[in-house]
């Protein structure tokens, strides 16, 4: 599983730009078994001011890439949806599993719901988040 800290100063690069009122970046860490849909640590990117989202985790890592992926960023700002398709062996069928994330209003909690569409079986689990500040640019020594 790939460490979603070590992509996030890119990912930082992505969503700054926007003038008025910047992306938010936040990296949310939340306690899950090996036999969960959600990973332990999930990077977001909201852009209300645009009324999108992009989130990064472990599974976007390995079935999809290294880059965020887009997702869907609803009206009231705090619930995020997105479907990762995922594949197993050769022999195994593909499959699509669909995420929900809802943040607390001050989005230092978040609840997380990961499920495979078509089966009965899911993940609900809440975790913290954390908002991940841009850091200046290093100077370059001469």
Known sequence: MRNVFGI????????AGAAQAAPQALICTQKVSNYEWVMPEIL????EAQGSAQVYDGVIAHF????????????DGDTVTWDVRVR???TARTGTIMYTATFSK??????LFGAPRGYD???NVRGTCKVLKDEPAKKRKK
């Open 8 to 15: 996030a100063a890119s990912v930082m690069l992505l969503a």
């Open 44 to 47: 977001f990117i909201l852009d």
């Open 64 to 75: 999809v890439g290294k880059k965020p992926i887009p997702a869907k960023l609803k009206a």
């Open 88 to 90: 197993g062996s050769k």
């Open 106 to 111: 001050d989005r230092r909690k978040v609840s």
């Open 121 to 123: 079986n899911s993940t």
